[in-house]
């Protein structure tokens, strides 16, 4: 087995940190014109920076790849001819950087949920069970016009998160938000986990980020009671979204009487940690307690159709919330 | 002394009582043979078989301690009563069965080995724990000269042990170098040291929690002295093997009954089946006597002189290893050979004889082969392996492209390709006669590229063009981006 060289974490912070800043300077040169020399500097010293940090350790790639978008990765380089895309792939891989040192220096909690989100080696973290084709396409897509889109990742039996599939349907028919339900048993391949990037359903919603113009991710989920609580709301410590969709939100579940909390057991999986790197991309995880039903149900789905109503109009209005 | 007579030759089974206890950890599997965090559903069924009055809960209860889950969700413990040795076959064979069957409607696999050859990396990882307890029928448990002495002679043999019962040679889905990958990468098999019996004031208890040195305070007399059994000067439990109960100077014991004292072997890989297992006990519980017997005859048993050595070697190599004894090197297995000749003295008294592979030093490893691993492409994987998981690759035949949305685009021969390799299992296992996976027998590795456009299975003549880590990716477009600007 090959011998892991693990660089201290300073070490790997200092380079971090310096190839942010780098990427930091060359989105804000971009589109100044008549600084071509300055950008092509900036670039070289990238390319040096990568090349340190390629040889810093062996599982340095792997770290990259638990936070760069796939995107980024399995796109042909003529693809970032046009500026446009080339702004986007490099405010994502910002925010990918931007992550990986809040991530480093941020709270215990944090590290810890970050050594779980870790890759340790793309032959046990990104591996597939036999006849993965029959997972392909494993999702059903409820196609909307308002710039938000609900997932059920958990949507499929058996194991599945109750309510959620209903929930996600209805509020998408009702508000004209966009749907994306799972197809495939969590038991077989979790779409919520590291692993289910590679499934059509995540590379779906990737897709939807780039065409649709989403803006808002609702992940739904449901968890056991544990308290009075009917929704705990997932945001990765506040890294996955701006607070003002989530204060929308919290003013909608007070306005209707919902019982909710800002969560610290569910911080929110694989789908909030990841597709929030792309840049204006807002991601909310919502664990609804599986005991609610009839009225209590009825209820939250017309709160979440009422947010989701004037979340999506301001967006459309090209207005941010 | 107060038991004069000799052991050997006695009515042993009548002068001292054996018991044993066994925490059994087991896998939760889907049936394509993958890890799954489905512990909780397994859990949840058996809570409603029992407010259903569907188990046998009297009969259980006598048989076994509980079914717990582990910090991990795909994994579950037995735990039994400690039991002599024909009710703890039965205690293991009922559990088991039962578990095994519970999943079974839940369309879940039970999977009882140490580690998943491809999903563990090194964790997560499970071991079966056995927990002696030899005592004279006069006695309600074990006294601390018992302890130390077992404790002891199953110490001085644990490199024997574990060439005899490794069997976790790959993770991650690699040869890791060891035949016990579970033995260098668990935390909780620290080495224990010679236990002795030891003076000291009960004031101030040392101990180590989370690597830290910490005190214990007891507010007892300050001139009140006790005789503890140490085996870590810092009374940590979690060593491979450890003297346990209130006559030692671990404090999570120290206000427990001495009925529960005893010791407890935790470097024991999971064995496949319970044969294994009860062959596995046989032979600790012959250790044990041994040590009684010495005891007894007061022998005093040795700190064999190159334990440390022959315990890695054991890990590294198994029965193959070569050990250090007496300054001369020896087979493993002539070490392992001579063990067992002594063993099966003790355990003739008692009527026991071994079933398995174990009986003529073969361990189950050798006996049923490690796992094969058939690639369908080594470039691929060694690539992976480098963290070059990003390919270009040139079709060496006409293929379908799969969407994401399923559907199927025709790829010319030569066509090349760009985009993230990933690997797909297919696993072949053997089951045990409770259904409960034993051991996988092969392991066929495939592989797909997921592009841009979707996804490409690859087949072993496509020839890689480029590989490269996501770094090397990045490096490649500013490259292309320096290019573009001038």
Known sequence: ?321 | MWLVISIVGANLAEKIAIKVGVENELFTLNDKGFIIPASKIVVKEIIQDILNKEVDIDLLKNLIYGIQWEPHPAQLEIVTQPLNYVLIERAMRISRQYIADVAERKKIKIYGGSVHPIQSNPFPINGTHISISVFPRKRKGMTRKFLTYIHNNIRRHIPELIALTANSPIIAGNPSGYVSARLVYSRVLRPSNYAVIKRSKTTIIPREKRALLKYAFVFTDKKKYEHKVVANEVGLRFLDVTPRGPFTNIIEDRWSSPKVSRVEARFLDNPSNVDYLMDIIAILIGLSLEAVDKLYRNERIEEPSNLAENRRRAIKDGINATFITNGATRPARECVMEMLQRVQTYLDMLGIKLRTSLAWGVPEIEYYGAPEIISAHNGIMKNIFLGKILMKVQLNGSRHLITIEGEKRRLKEKTRIFGLAFPEYNFEWDEDEHNIVSRFRKIRISYWLLTQHGYVKLMPDDRILIATSPIGKLVRLFNHLCKTMS
Not at chain 1, 20 to 48: C, F, P, S, T, W
Not at chain 1, 131 to 157: C, M, N, Q, W
Not at chain 1, 302 to 309: A, Q
């Open chain 1, 1 to 321: 087995m090959r011998k892991k060289i693990v660089p201290s974490n300073w070490m790997l912070m200092i380079h971090i940190l310096r190839l942010y800043k780098d990427v930091n300077q060359l989105i804000q040169l971009m589109g100044h014109d008549g600084k071509d020399g300055e950008v092509r500097a900036i670039l070289k010293k990238i390319i040096g920076r990568l090349k340190v940090l390629n040889i810093l350790g062996s599982n340095i790639p792997w770290y990259f790849l638990t936070f760069l978008p796939l995107d980024l990765l399995i796109s042909s380089n003529d693809r970032f001819d046009k500026p446009r895309v080339l702004k986007r792939a490099l405010l994502s891989l910002r925010n990918s950087l931007e992550k990986m040192i809040v991530g480093r220096i941020s709270y215990k909690f944090l590290r810890r949920k970050e050594a779980y989100m870790n890759f340790r080696n793309p032959v046990s973290s990104l591996c597939v069970p036999s006849s993965f084709d029959e997972f392909i396409p494993g999702y059903v897509y409820i196609p909307g016009r308002k710039p938000v889109l609900l997932t059920a990742s958990h949507a499929a039996p058996p194991a599945s998160d109750i309510n959620t599939e209903l929930l996600s349907r209805r509020v998408a028919m009702r508000s004209g938000a966009h749907a994306l339900i799972s197809r495939i048993p969590r038991l077989y391949i979790d779409p919520n986990r590291l692993v289910g990037r590679v499934l059509p359903f995540r590379r779906k919603l990737d897709e939807l980020i780039n065409t649709r113009k989403i803006r808002l991710i609702i992940d739904l989920h449901s968890m056991e009671k544990r308290n009075s609580n009917m929704v705990e709301i997932g945001i990765w410590f506040g890294l996955s979204t701006t607070s003002s969709y989530v204060e929308k939100l919290i003013e909608f579940f007070e306005r209707n009487n919902i019982s909710y909390e800002i969560s610290y057991r569910y911080l929110g999986g694989d789908i909030i940690f990841y597709h929030a790197n792309k840049p204006r991309i807002n991601a909310i995880q919502l664990e609804i307690s599986n005991d609610i039903k009839g009225r209590s149900l009825r209820l939250l789905s017309r709160t979440l159709i009422s947010y989701v109503n004037v979340v999506g109009d301001i967006n459309r209005r090209g207005k941010s919330c």
